[in-house]
Structure formats: C-alpha cells, structure tokens
C-alpha cells in the first residue's frame, strides 16, 4: 500500500530565511506526487505538481525516485507563505480521484 | 466559474443517527471525491465518482457510502454514526490531475 510521510508537524523560519519542508512516499510503481496548500480560513488547494516542474510563489520540488521523496523548497520564505502544506501522492491507473496524503506541516514565517 | 460547495457546513447529530452530506462539483466536473479529515488520522480518502460510477474506494467501513446523479452532484451517506465519525468532511472535483476541494462539512457526534 502506498504511504506519504511528512516527519514535521510545525516548522517555524524565519522572514527570508531558505525553507525546505519533506516528504517521503512509500509506493512500488510510477508515483505522481503533489503539494496542496491550505491558507487559513481558506480552502485546501493545488499549489504544484511534479510533473509540470513548475515554479509556483517561488516554490519548488523535485521528484527524487532513488530517495523517494518529493521535497518542498523556498530559497527566501515570507510571512505569507504560512500555512499548513500538505504533500499527496497519486498513483496513477484508474486512481484518478484518489490521493494519499501526509499528515501536514504548519509552516509559520516571522517577521 | 463558481467553487465546489458543499452542505451543510455543520451537522450535529447523535450516535445510532444517520446523516447524508451534499457536494457539487465545479461546473463541468465529473469527478468527486470525498475525504475524511481528522486531527489523529489526518485526510483520508473515501471515494470517488465518476459519471455516476464509484471508481474508487478507500478503507471505510461499509456504513459509509456515496452516490453521483446525472448533474454530477454527489453525496454521501453515513449511517448508524459512532463518535468516531466526527470529522471534517471534503469532498473534491477534478479537471485534469488536479482537485478543487470545497470548504468542508464540519460533522459532530454525540
């Protein structure tokens, strides 16, 4: 069965410091992997995909199949960018309304 | 276009009771999935309708159940409740490889 693991619950930066918050996914074939994003008091929605290696708020993540892991990072974090991040994975087939996902990070920025 | 919404946005209801959540979808969608979202087991995917088929279900008792109608809206019905059920309820439409998730119905059980 397919597993995501998010081993931070609360990571806390500083204003333009670097951010890099983890995940790790257990699956045995071809994953796609997603970051959602929930601001507060608003909706869990899309930030990016691995398979567009877009850069999305100045947001990354690369796929690393040998570590299994999709990796969320921001060289300069700014206090909006506080929210809880949650990584998702699909795998694909007919599973195209199911995700997985991990348990979350709350990410907060000072100032 | 408008967002997913969901209803009610909060239920109470009574253990042995039983409750059924409305979701409809983005226009066009014909994708909905719903989610349990709790703060011990976190988001869990119950299942997923696709022109009024279940295409996919997730690891729920079979107390939960779900159907899609012609116009794409969906709900889904728990019955008997447990304290348990309590939860944030998601449901989610899709357009491609991604889901526009709608603010949730908040169910408490007593």
């Known amino acids: 069965a397919q597993r995501v693991t998010q081993p931070e619950k609360l990571l806390s930066v500083f204003k333009g410091a670097p951010v890099e918050l983890k995940c790790n996914y257990s699956?045995?074939?071809?994953?796609?992997l997603f970051w959602y994003v929930q601001y507060s008091r608003q909706r869990l929605q899309l930030l990016l995909r691995h398979i567009s290696r877009e850069s999305i708020k100045g947001f990354t993540a690369d796929l690393n199949k040998g570590e299994t892991s999709f990796h969320l990072k921001k060289p300069f974090a700014q206090e909006e960018d506080s929210a809880m991040y949650y990584c998702a994975l699909r795998t694909g087939g007919t599973s195209y309304g199911k995700l997985t996902f991990g348990q979350g990070t709350i990410l907060t920025v000072h100032p | 276009k408008a967002g997913v919404t969901q209803t009610p946005r909060y239920l109470i209801k009574t253990r042995g009771q039983q409750v059924t959540l409305s979701c409809s979808p983005i226009?066009?969608?014909?994708?909905v999935s719903w989610y349990q979202q709790t703060p011990g087991q976190g988001l869990q995917f119950l299942f997923e309708?696709?022109?009024?088929?279940?295409?996919n279900k997730g690891n729920f008792p079979g107390r939960f159940s779900g159907r899609q109608f012609s116009n794409s809206r969906s709900e889904m019905n728990v019955s008997t409740l447990e304290l348990g059920d309590s939860a944030l309820y998601l449901c989610?439409?899709?357009?491609?490889?991604?889901?526009?998730f709608g603010p949730g119905t908040r169910l408490t059980v007593l």
């Open positions: 989610a439409s899709r357009e491609g490889d991604t889901q526009y």
């Open positions: 699956y045995s074939g071809s994953p796609e």
């Open positions: 226009s066009g969608h014909r994708s």
């Open positions: 309708y696709f022109s009024e088929t279940q295409r």
